[in-house]
């Protein structure tokens, strides 16, 4: 059962899955905090390098199925280019500001 994007509860979370289900790389950009940072697979990553390869070169979208710890925590269906389609985890630290100051994902 996949949850609607505007459905989803965090709303920086909420936020970066819009941008990266549009491929909006200024709105992604938007939700990050300065110096954000993040993790595939559990190995830190460059930010930038990273999401141009992984969702905006690539046309990188999420199809969420779960949401928890109040929406900084999700299941999504994660589909690319390179890669084809995933189950994968994703979580978010956001700041007091409302914006992610770090992500980490990898295969669920």
């Given at each position: 059962?996949?949850?609607?994007v505007?459905?989803?509860?965090?709303?920086?979370?909420?936020?970066?899955?819009?941008?990266?289900?549009?491929?909006?790389?200024?709105?992604f950009?938007a939700?990050?905090?300065?110096?954000?940072?993040m993790?595939?697979?559990g190995?830190?990553?460059?930010?930038a390098?990273?999401?141009?390869?992984?969702?905006?070169?690539?046309r990188?979208?999420?199809?969420v199925?779960?949401?928890?710890n109040?929406?900084?925590?999700?299941?999504?269906?994660?589909?690319n280019?390179?890669?084809g389609?995933m189950?994968t985890?994703?979580?978010?630290?956001?700041?007091?500001?409302g914006?992610?100051t770090r992500?980490?994902t990898?295969?669920?």
């Amino acid at each position: 059962m996949t949850i609607q994007v505007a459905k989803l509860s965090d709303p920086a979370v909420r936020a970066f899955v819009t941008a990266v289900n549009a491929h909006d790389r200024d709105a992604f950009q938007a939700v990050l905090a300065p110096g954000a940072t993040m993790s595939d697979d559990g190995a830190d990553r460059d930010l930038a390098d990273w999401t141009d390869r992984e969702i905006f070169s690539s046309r990188g979208h999420m199809e969420v199925d779960n949401e928890s710890n109040g929406g900084r925590a999700l299941i999504a269906r994660y589909n690319n280019d390179t890669w084809g389609e995933m189950k994968t985890r994703w979580s978010f630290i956001v700041d007091d500001g409302g914006r992610i100051t770090r992500f980490e994902t990898g295969q669920a």
